[in-house]
């Protein structure tokens, strides 16, 4: 049996939830795990009805493939400010992520299988290139972390290796109040672990 340990964090730059364009998905399957983060241009209100209804789109189609769930969401958000989008569905019993994504979301597994995957630059809503889907390797002790550009992109381990240590939660609040940018801020992390029944 497969079990993830997983945290979504937000915080608006404003303090105001209502005015963060940031916004994360989790949604736990049989033997897998859907989730993905947004991040709408510029932030306040308006930033945040734009992830919203990027959410519920993504909601109501998060069973088709990555790359037509993105197409998808590139019509449906025409004459909106645009956002950016990250993708991944991972898989616990084969251990592998599937990754698509456009735009600026850093997305990468950290440890035994350390990999970056490279979204395609663009907007979702304006100017959006055909989206292209990745895949991956994920370990058990792996984590998965995605994280809007309100948090610094590059992870200073070597001067903070305890960043990456502890539970989902815990790493997401580290993540969140050390690697602050000046804009919202999110930060998606994921780890999976065998459980014996």
């Known amino acids: ?8 964090r937000k915080d608006p730059l404003t303090g105001v ?8 998905i989790i949604l ?5 795990l859907f ?10 209100e308006e930033a945040w009805d734009v ?26 958000m025409q004459r909106t400010r645009g956002l950016v989008a990250a993708l991944c ?16 979301i850093s997305t990468r597994i ?23 889907e990745q895949e991956a390797k994920f370990d058990w ?15 200073p381990l070597l001067e903070q290796p305890d960043l990456l240590s502890g539970t989902a939660e815990e790493i997401a609040e580290k993540l969140i109040t050390r690697m602050r940018n000046h804009d919202d801020a999110s930060c998606l992390v994921v780890r999976c672990r065998k459980c014996i029944n």
Do not use: W
């Open 1 to 8: 049996m497969v079990a993830f340990d997983y945290a979504l």
């Open 89 to 104: 569905l991972i898989d616990g019993e084969s251990g592998t992520v599937r990754f698509s994504g456009i735009g600026n």
């Open 51 to 76: 992830s919203n209804r990027a959410k519920e789109y993504i909601l109501e189609h998060q069973e088709e493939e990555l790359p037509l769930i993105l197409k998808g969401l590139n019509e449906f």
């Open 28 to 32: 736990e399957r049989e033997g897998s």
């Open 35 to 44: 989730v993905a983060l947004l991040d709408a241009l510029g932030h306040g």
């Open 141 to 155: 002790h792996d984590t998965l972390v995605l994280n809007s550009d309100g948090v610094k992109e590059h992870l």
């Open 17 to 24: 939830d209502r005015e963060c364009g940031d916004e994360g």
């Open 110 to 132: 950290h440890g035994k299988n350390s990999f970056t995957f490279i979204p395609r630059e663009g907007i979702v809503g304006y100017l959006m290139p055909s989206p292209r």
